[in-house]
């Protein structure tokens, strides 16, 4: 399965576990490949180096460097505009150009929307729990994941 894991996601299963935990550990153990691109690791890397995450994250590029080689980084040719929060635009390109399976977001809007190009929109605990169903796959002819 291939997954983007906006920001929020990833900071918050690098620093607090939980199921963006969960997300992390299943890209960490190879069970599933994260997208990303240029721009969703230079926010990585911004928002890491944020103040109030220093006593979080003592080295925040050790961190982006090694998102960067556990994924699977593309570099999206389209810029999208369908969402009014810019950066979470940069999550859904990344998911088209990566051909990704699903996108794993907290946040609101994203969620709202449901799907990007027929890529599902979930939150960390609907990925894990698709997880923990065995749907590691895309969905099938059926409908169904494998």
Request: proline letters at 8%; glycine letters at 10%; a negative charge.
């Given at each position: 399965?291939?997954?983007v894991a906006?920001?929020?996601?990833?900071?918050?299963?690098f620093g607090?576990?939980?199921?963006p935990?969960?997300?992390?550990?299943s890209?960490?153990?190879?069970?599933?490949t994260?997208v990303?691109?240029?721009a969703?690791?230079?926010?990585?890397?911004?928002?890491?180096?944020?103040?109030?995450?220093?006593?979080?994250?003592?080295?925040p590029?050790?961190?982006?460097?090694a998102?960067?080689?556990?994924?699977d980084?593309?570099?999206?040719?389209?810029?999208?505009?369908?969402?009014?929060?810019?950066?979470?635009?940069?999550?859904?390109?990344?998911?088209?150009?990566?051909?990704a399976?699903?996108?794993v977001?907290?946040?609101?809007?994203?969620?709202?929307?449901?799907?990007?190009r027929?890529?599902?929109?979930?939150?960390?605990?609907?990925?894990v729990?698709?997880?923990?169903?065995?749907?590691?796959?895309?969905?099938?002819?059926?409908?169904?994941?494998?």
């Amino acid at each position: 399965m291939r997954i983007v894991a906006d920001t929020n996601t990833l900071v918050s299963g690098f620093g607090w576990g939980g199921p963006p935990g969960q997300v992390v550990d299943s890209v960490l153990s190879g069970q599933v490949t994260l997208v990303i691109s240029p721009a969703l690791l230079g926010e990585l890397a911004r928002v890491l180096a944020y103040p109030k995450l220093t006593a979080v994250f003592d080295d925040p590029a050790a961190l982006v460097a090694a998102v960067a080689e556990a994924a699977d980084t593309v570099d999206p040719a389209e810029r999208v505009t369908v969402l009014g929060d810019e950066p979470d635009n940069r999550v859904l390109e990344a998911a088209a150009a990566g051909r990704a399976d699903l996108i794993v977001t907290g946040d609101k809007a994203m969620q709202d929307l449901g799907s990007f190009r027929g890529i599902p929109i979930v939150s960390a605990a609907q990925f894990v729990a698709r997880l923990q169903q065995g749907h590691t796959g895309p969905p099938g002819p059926s409908g169904h994941q494998s």
